[in-house]
Nanobody, 123 residues
């Protein structure tokens, strides 16, 4: 069973960049697919990006395509989300997620979740 801890959130001006990290422990992270989701106040959790266990395939929500990049370093048991050209509408709590068997855009596909990290983009 894997435990996930996000870091790297913070306050940034519009147009700026942040890199989120998700450190995994307690399992063989290289066997897990990973995803990033976000949740703004009063809104449902929404998909941001996902990546297969070996990093061979990635997929993005239309709202972040071309601005965000998901990646992983299995030797470091870490999942990343590089966020560029940030917009105020990107403000949310960002969560990483992992699962041994499934990958996709639905939160229900993932069994393991981090506690979240706040990203705030000022205009």
């Amino acid at each position: 069973q894997v435990q996930l801890v996000e870091s790297g959130g913070g306050l940034v001006q519009a147009g700026g960049s942040l890199r989120l990290s998700c450190a995994a422990s307690g399992g063989t992270f290289s066997r897990y697919a990973g995803g990033w989701f976000r949740q703004a106040p009063g809104k449902e959790r929404e998909f941001v990006a996902h990546i297969t266990w070996n990093g061979g395939s990635t997929y993005y929500a239309d709202s972040v395509k071309g601005r965000f990049t998901i990646s992983r370093a299995n030797t470091k048991n870490t999942l990343y989300l590089q966020m560029n050209s940030l917009k105020p509408e990107d403000t949310a709590v960002y969560y990483c997620a992992a699962d041994r068997l499934r990958v996709g855009a639905e939160p229900s596909l993932y069994n393991y979740w981090g506690q979240g990290t706040q990203v705030t983009v000022s205009s």
